[in-house]
């Protein structure tokens, strides 16, 4: 699975994110990098990589 992040290219901690696929709003930047870090960072089961989050199988 696969999540598709519409981040803009200066995104600054308030700055609100959206799925790129459906339009749906995920959280604030900041919001998504702290649960992001919260559920292992990249040491945990998903990984951030250019918008797109990735779940590690």
């Known amino acids: ?6 981040i ?3 995104a600054g901690p308030d700055d609100r994110i ?3 696929d459906c339009g749906e709003f ?3 930047w900041d919001d998504l990098l702290t649960d ?3 559920q292992g960072g990249q040491d945990g ?8 989050i ?4």
Request: positive net charge.
């Open 1 to 6: 699975m696969t999540i598709r992040l519409r």
């Open 8 to 10: 803009p290219a200066d």
């Open 18 to 20: 959206f799925c790129d």
């Open 26 to 28: 995920l959280g604030t």
């Open 36 to 38: 992001f870090e919260r």
């Open 45 to 52: 089961v998903f990984r951030l990589d250019k918008g797109r």
């Open 54 to 57: 990735k779940r590690i199988e």
